[in-house]
Nanobody, 115 residues
């Protein structure tokens, strides 16, 4: 079992920045593909970014160029740096760990972009 704990969400003005963190409970973190997903009210959960064990990265078109995902295997932590935030980025952001048939989700952290 892997527990994921997200942090770093909050209220920010349009154009601002936030950095989300997701820390895993086990040292096998390095064996998992780590991803960030988000779900806005009334919408389906969508992929924001993911980073594989080999360091390959992919972003949703809506965030490419504004968001950066990174991982620190020594700290069992994955980060999402979010810049130039827009109101449409408002959502609950979830961390996801995937390895073969094992999938784990965090509890989510709220990001609200509003003036």
């Amino acid at each position: 079992q892997v527990q994921l704990v997200e942090s770093g969400g909050g209220l920010v003005q349009p154009g601002g920045s936030l950095r989300l963190s997701c820390t895993a409970s086990r040292s096998i973190f390095s064996a998992y593909t780590m991803g960030w997903y988000r779900q806005a009210p009334g919408k389906q959960r969508e992929m924001v970014a993911f980073i594989t064990t080999a360091g390959l990265i992919n972003y949703a078109d809506s965030v490419r160029g504004r968001f950066t995902i990174s991982r620190d295997n020594a700290k069992n932590t994955v980060y999402l740096q979010m810049n130039s935030l827009k109101s449409e980025d408002t959502a609950v952001y979830y961390c996801k760990a995937t390895r073969i048939s094992s999938v784990y989700w965090g509890q989510g952290t709220q990001v609200t972009v509003s003036s």
